[in-house]
């Protein structure tokens, strides 16, 4: 499946990446689509053939658990919406704790790296069976940028991608700008990386900007893309022609030309690169009349180069042959589950920092994650900081150092909201009007509940409201 060039899909550019030129397919945050109601755009772009391919962010399937059945259903769901040829998601964890430790399940609301450690490949591994067992198209899986490294790690990147793919048959999405990332944070050789990759089993390329602060890169998606990045594309582009490339922008959305151009620095990247490569072989060549398996380099038709050749997908829910024994024990899980709850509670909960992590990085990844809740729920819920004004910030940052986010980010606009009416700590940086505008927020949102926890948070805003009235 041969993508092109093509751009991360945003309400925010919708109409952007409507008009870009030459704009083969986009991807989308699968989360945010509703399978019964595609927005217009999305509709209109796969009337004119673009290609639009979901990509996940909350599967965790790095994670200790095995996936939520219904986090599947969601995403074969998009697929089919969507008529995509594969969707994607994460090397990653994005939750810790719950039954298996016998402690508060946490959500990070971000991607968390997993340990490259033989426990976690065959949890990983597991996981990743099971989601193929439950998409209608392929998976593939995306490297993750990270500020904070897991102490005695068995395997390189590279290694334990190469065993991840041998083992499931699953497809990669490499980013290049999370190589980068993980270059300046951790020392990680981009170079290296690529050498131990399998690159036939790249399905397609991310490309991203971000910014370096005291000597920390951030992978923000809302930067253009930095030459750093753009050199490491090249040096995947040297080697092997990806099937797809896809420019991501997330935030701080600039004017379409703006968008358009570093469009074109790409495809100048990969043409560019396209004859210092003229001379590779594929490792593995289907044979003539036969079918192409995972991984599989298909024969170039008559008349071309090899630059035409196109990775085949594996077939829906397919996964390599594996060894014996590679099936994790319930032991691996658990390890694993202890060591990914205590490094999330010392992130979002300030429990002491596991043994063996650098200190300095936890409390840095700890702000970030901060910060990251407090501009995701101004982004889904933006009539809070306008009620709450410039103390919208300081308020929200001092309700996260108490309270970790346990059930995503609308569930936490919400318990942002209630501990303020119930606390009354807003009551020095908003006036009355400003009191009963954020009550009558939660009023219009709240979901089903048992009723005394309604009165009690109803009860302590009029008793907020009677003391201020006592007050004035």
């Given at each position: 499946?041969?993508?092109?060039?093509?751009?991360?899909?945003?309400?925010?550019?919708?109409?952007?990446?409507?008009t870009?030129?030459?704009?083969?397919?986009?991807?989308?945050?699968?989360?945010?689509?509703?399978?019964?109601?595609?927005?217009?755009?999305?509709?209109r772009?796969?009337?004119r053939?673009v290609?639009?391919?979901?990509?996940?962010?909350?599967?965790?399937?790095?994670?200790?658990?095995?996936p939520?059945?219904?986090?599947?259903?969601?995403?074969?769901?998009?697929?089919?919406?969507?008529?995509?040829?594969?969707?994607?998601?994460?090397?990653?964890?994005?939750?810790?704790?719950g039954a298996?430790?016998?402690?508060p399940?946490?959500?990070?609301?971000?991607?968390?790296?997993?340990?490259?450690?033989?426990?976690?490949?065959?949890?990983?591994c597991?996981?990743?069976?099971?989601a193929?067992?439950?998409?209608?198209?392929p998976?593939?899986?995306?490297?993750?940028?990270?500020l904070?490294?897991?102490?005695?790690?068995?395997?390189?990147?590279?290694?334990f991608?190469?065993?991840?793919?041998?083992?499931?048959g699953v497809?990669?999405?490499v980013?290049?700008?999370?190589?980068?990332?993980?270059?300046?944070?951790?020392?990680?050789?981009?170079a290296?990386?690529?050498?131990?990759?399998?690159?036939d089993?790249?399905?397609?390329v991310?490309?991203?900007?971000?910014?370096?602060?005291?000597g920390?890169?951030?992978?923000?998606h809302?930067?253009?893309?930095?030459?750093p990045?753009?050199?490491?594309l090249?040096?995947?582009?040297?080697?092997?022609s990806?099937?797809?490339?896809l420019?991501?922008r997330?935030?701080?959305f600039?004017?379409?030309?703006?968008?358009?151009g570093?469009?074109?620095?790409?495809?100048?990247?990969?043409?560019?690169?396209?004859?210092?490569?003229?001379g590779?072989t594929?490792?593995q060549?289907?044979?003539?009349?036969?079918s192409?398996?995972?991984?599989?380099?298909?024969?170039?038709?008559?008349?071309?180069?090899?630059d035409?050749?196109?990775?085949?997908?594996?077939?829906?829910?397919a996964?390599?042959?594996?060894?014996?024994?590679?099936t994790?024990?319930?032991?691996?899980?658990?390890?694993?589950?202890?060591?990914q709850?205590?490094?999330?509670?010392?992130?979002?909960?300030?429990?002491p920092?596991p043994?063996?992590?650098?200190?300095?990085?936890?409390?840095?990844?700890?702000?970030?994650?901060?910060?990251?809740?407090?501009?995701?729920?101004a982004?889904l819920?933006?009539?809070?900081?306008?009620?709450l004004?410039?103390?919208?910030?300081?308020a929200?940052?001092?309700?996260?150092r108490?309270?970790p986010?346990?059930?995503?980010y609308?569930?936490?606009?919400?318990?942002?909201?209630e501990?303020?009416?119930?606390?009354?700590?807003?009551?020095?940086?908003?006036?009355?009007?400003?009191?009963?505008?954020?009550?009558?927020?939660?009023?219009?949102?709240?979901?089903p509940?048992?009723?005394r926890?309604?009165?009690?948070i109803v009860?302590?805003?009029r008793?907020?409201?009677?003391?201020?009235?006592?007050?004035?």
């Amino acid at each position: 499946m041969r993508l092109g060039t093509g751009i991360g899909w945003r309400p925010e550019i919708a109409d952007a990446v409507e008009t870009l030129p030459g704009v083969d397919w986009v991807e989308v945050v699968a989360e945010n689509v509703c399978t019964d109601h595609l927005p217009d755009s999305l509709t209109r772009l796969r009337a004119r053939g673009v290609r639009v391919v979901p990509h996940g962010v909350s599967l965790g399937l790095g994670g200790a658990d095995r996936p939520s059945e219904e986090r599947l259903r969601d995403l074969a769901a998009r697929a089919i919406a969507l008529d995509s040829p594969l969707v994607s998601e994460h090397i990653a964890f994005v939750r810790a704790g719950g039954a298996r430790t016998a402690t508060p399940l946490l959500e990070a609301g971000h991607l968390l790296p997993v340990p490259r450690t033989r426990d976690a490949l065959a949890v990983l591994c597991e996981n990743v069976r099971i989601a193929q067992d439950s998409l209608p198209v392929p998976l593939a899986l995306e490297n993750i940028a990270a500020l904070i490294s897991w102490p005695d790690e068995e395997l390189t990147e590279g290694q334990f991608l190469a065993e991840l793919v041998e083992r499931t048959g699953v497809r990669l999405l490499v980013d290049v700008a999370n190589l980068h990332t993980n270059h300046v944070n951790r020392g990680e050789d981009p170079a290296k990386a690529l050498d131990e990759l399998p690159l036939d089993a790249i399905a397609y390329v991310h490309v991203a900007g971000g910014v370096e602060r005291d000597g920390v890169w951030h992978d923000t998606h809302s930067h253009p893309v930095t030459e750093p990045v753009l050199a490491v594309l090249r040096e995947l582009t040297s080697r092997v022609s990806p099937p797809g490339v896809l420019l991501e922008r997330d935030d701080d959305f600039p004017p379409a030309g703006e968008l358009a151009g570093e469009l074109e620095t790409i495809r100048a990247v990969l043409t560019s690169a396209a004859p210092r490569r003229s001379g590779s072989t594929a490792v593995q060549v289907a044979p003539a009349g036969g079918s192409a398996g995972p991984g599989t380099v298909m024969e170039p038709a008559a008349g071309t180069g090899a630059d035409t050749r196109e990775v085949a997908m594996a077939a829906p829910g397919a996964a390599v042959a594996t060894a014996v024994g590679e099936t994790p024990a319930p032991a691996a899980r658990d390890r694993l589950a202890i060591a990914q709850a205590a490094l999330l509670s010392a992130l979002v909960a300030g429990t002491p920092a596991p043994e063996g992590f650098d200190r300095g990085r936890l409390r840095v990844q700890s702000r970030a994650l901060a910060a990251k809740r407090s501009r995701v729920v101004a982004k889904l819920a933006p009539e809070l900081p306008e009620i709450l004004g410039d103390g919208y910030r300081s308020a929200f940052l001092s309700y996260a150092r108490s309270r970790p986010m346990r059930a995503g980010y609308r569930r936490d606009a919400m318990e942002f909201v209630e501990r303020l009416l119930l606390t009354g700590h807003h009551e020095n940086t908003v006036d009355e009007e400003a009191r009963a505008r954020l009550r009558n927020w939660w009023q219009e949102r709240a979901v089903p509940r048992p009723r005394r926890r309604k009165r009690r948070i109803v009860r302590a805003a009029r008793a907020a409201l009677v003391r201020r009235q006592r007050w004035t």
